[in-house]
């Protein structure tokens, strides 16, 4: 689970605009970070599997995200992409 403190500072790095906290670039940020830490639970815990469940779920999250962004901006795509090394 993220933080408020860390939350706060995923969308401050990817929001569009000043009150921005829901675009496409910040669910993103957002769910990259909680795919890298359950990552890191999961190296601990191979076998709790509803946290696997839950790894599996966000990845598919992520990508459509990705891919609802590409067909809507590509040039922020690449953008999203490269800031977050996917």
Known sequence: ?????QKKLLIEKY????TDTGSEEVQ???V???IEKL????KKHAKDFSSRRSLVM?????R????YL???NEKVFKKVKEALNI
């Open 1 to 5: 689970m993220l933080t408020p403190k």
């Open 15 to 18: 929001k569009r605009h000043e």
């Open 28 to 30: 993103i940020g957002l």
């Open 32 to 34: 990259t970070k909680r």
């Open 39 to 42: 990552r890191e639970h999961l």
């Open 58 to 62: 966000l990845v598919s999250k992520r």
């Open 64 to 67: 459509r995200l990705l891919n």
């Open 70 to 72: 590409k067909k809507r």
